[in-house]
Nanobody, 127 residues
Framework: QLPLVESGGGLVQSGGSLRLSCAATGSTFALYAVAWFRQAPGKEREGLACITRGGDGATYLDSTKGRFSISRDSAKNTVYLQMNDLKLEDTATYYC????????????????????WGQGTQVTVSS
């Protein structure tokens, strides 16, 4: 399991922006595809975005495409989620998750496929 720590959450007004960070430790970060999930109270955890191990491919949930952008900095062992034009419905606890993979094109929004998880960071969007 790869230790992951999320940060960057907070309180933001509707229409504002936040950048979340997912920091990993260890020397094997480049072998992992990384995804962002979120979970609001009473709702299922949903996959938002995934970035390939090499950072050359990404997938997004349709409802966030165009507003959210995932990226990674291998030198810093960090994956980011840039969130723009935030809406009230974006209020949730945000988690990052990682899975080691050999294929460079692998990404997924299926949470059971990820074996490494952070503790989450809270994002609250106010009107």
């Amino acid at each position: 399991q790869l230790p992951l720590v999320e940060s960057g959450g907070g309180l933001v007004q509707s229409g504002g922006s936040l950048r979340l960070s997912c920091a990993a430790t260890g020397s094997t970060f480049a072998l992992y595809a990384v995804a962002w999930f979120r979970q609001a109270p009473g709702k299922e955890r949903e996959g938002l975005a995934c970035i390939t191990r090499g950072g050359d491919g990404a997938t997004y949930l349709d409802s966030t495409k165009g507003r959210f952008s995932i990226s990674r900095d291998s030198a810093k062992n960090t994956v980011y989620l840039q969130m723009n034009d935030l809406k009230l419905e974006d209020t949730a606890t945000y988690y990052c998750a990682a899975r080691p993979t050999v294929t460079g094109a692998w990404c997924s929004s299926t949470r059971i496929l990820f074996n490494s998880w952070g503790q989450g960071t809270q994002v609250t969007v106010s009107s």
